[in-house]
């Protein structure tokens, strides 16, 4: 079975300040990393992923996140965040079930809030 | 546009009333799910679909049901919704079972029972 944390509930930052928003996952077995984003009144949008490869993986809208097998991690970061980016942020795993279909499991999300 | 529509945005309804969630998706895709929203907890798988007339069990699976009779289209049941069963309900689809695909997600339905 596989579960993500993200232990920060909320992460209030600057306007044109850096982020970091943390993910940490546990699992038996090889995931798929992703991370969503959520504005309000919408459903939840991909940012990134990682299958394979280079641990650093770049998504839309200037964020980043850099897998770290040895740390169980997957942290999204942002050089300068701006208003538009206030919204809840999903990290996910992703494995093969045994028998058949994929199971995603979610963390609790991440609130960030762009201050002016 | 490829996407995921859910049906309705908002419902309020009263205990034990039968209601039905649509979701439909028009990028031909074999997977779709089911997941429930709540503050603090991230979101829960309710079901899962792999194909048509293949579904199982999600982990929070009890007082719903689903059918996937055709490959676009996955309704969300309940039978006599309770109090407990207020939440933002989401539809998602995704194109393989692998793991690998990212999940689409429709822009949720949020339902309060009364």
């Known amino acids: 079975a596989q579960s993500v944390t993200q232990l920060d509930s909320q992460v209030p930052v600057f306007e044109e300040a850096p982020v970091e928003l943390r993910c940490n996952y546990s699992?038996?077995?090889?995931?798929?990393l992703f991370w969503y984003v959520q504005y309000p009144n919408q459903g939840l949008q991909l940012l990134l992923k990682?299958?394979?490869?280079?641990?650093l993986v770049k998504g839309i809208n200037g964020f980043e996140a850099e897998f770290n097998k040895s740390q169980t991690s997957f942290h999204l970061r942002k050089p300068s965040v701006h208003i538009s980016d206030t919204a809840e942020y999903f990290c996910?795993?992703?494995?093969?079930?045994?028998?058949?279909?994929?199971?995603?499991?979610f963390g609790p999300g991440t609130r960030l809030s762009v201050l002016p | 546009e490829a996407q995921v529509t859910q049906n309705p945005r908002y419902l309020i309804t009263v205990t034990g009333k039968k209601l039905t969630v649509t979701c439909s998706q028009n990028?031909?895709?074999?997977?779709m799910s089911w997941y429930r929203q709540d503050p603090g907890l991230g979101l829960r798988q309710i079901y899962y679909?792999?194909?048509?007339?293949?579904?199982d069990k999600g982990d929070v699976p009890e007082g719903y049901k689903v059918s996937r009779k055709e490959k676009r289209n996955f309704p969300l049941i309940l039978e006599s919704p309770s109090p407990n069963q207020t939440s933002l309900y989401f539809c998602?689809?995704?194109?393989?079972?692998?793991?690998?695909?990212?999940?689409?997600f429709g822009n949720g339905t949020r339902l309060t029972v009364t």
């Open positions: 990682y299958l394979s490869g280079s641990t």
């Open positions: 998602a689809s995704s194109l393989s079972r692998t793991g690998r695909s990212p999940l689409h």
């Open positions: 996910a795993v992703s494995a093969p079930r045994d028998n058949y279909g994929q199971n995603f499991v």
């Open positions: 679909s792999m194909n048509v007339e293949v579904t």
């Open positions: 990028m031909n895709h074999e997977y």
């Open positions: 699992s038996s077995v090889s995931v798929y």
